[in-house]
Nanobody
């Protein structure tokens, strides 16, 4: 069973920064990883993906502000979020897509408010 545990969420003022971490219980060397978010009353949306080689793709709404990376030695994926806006408020989920299944963490709340 693959387990993902997100951390690093919290309350931040507009313009601030947060760094999310996602610790995975198995080796992520061959696993494409992703970050999603779900705001209250909205569908879950893709924020960023990090390929097995470390290539990244971002949603248009976060390009230039968010950076995702992976540390395969630590089985951890990161999401650095800068210049945060109120509309970034959501529960952020880590995702691991293996050939067998699609795994999710429990989510971490990010609230951007003054």
């Amino acid at each position: 069973q693959v387990q993902l545990v997100e951390s690093g969420g919290g309350l931040v003022q507009p313009g601030g920064s947060l760094k999310l971490s996602c610790a995975v219980s198995v080796s992520i060397f061959n696993i494409p990883m992703g970050w999603y978010r779900q705001a209250t009353g909205k569908q879950r949306e893709l924020v960023a993906v990090v390929s097995r080689s470390g290539n990244t793709n971002y949603a248009e709404s976060v390009k230039g502000r968010f950076t995702s990376s992976r540390d395969n030695a630590k089985n951890t994926v990161y999401l650095q979020m800068n210049s945060l806006k109120p509309e970034d408020t959501a529960v952020y989920y880590c995702n691991a897509r293996t050939p067998q299944s699609n795994y999710w963490g429990q989510g971490t709340q990010v609230t951007v408010s003054s």
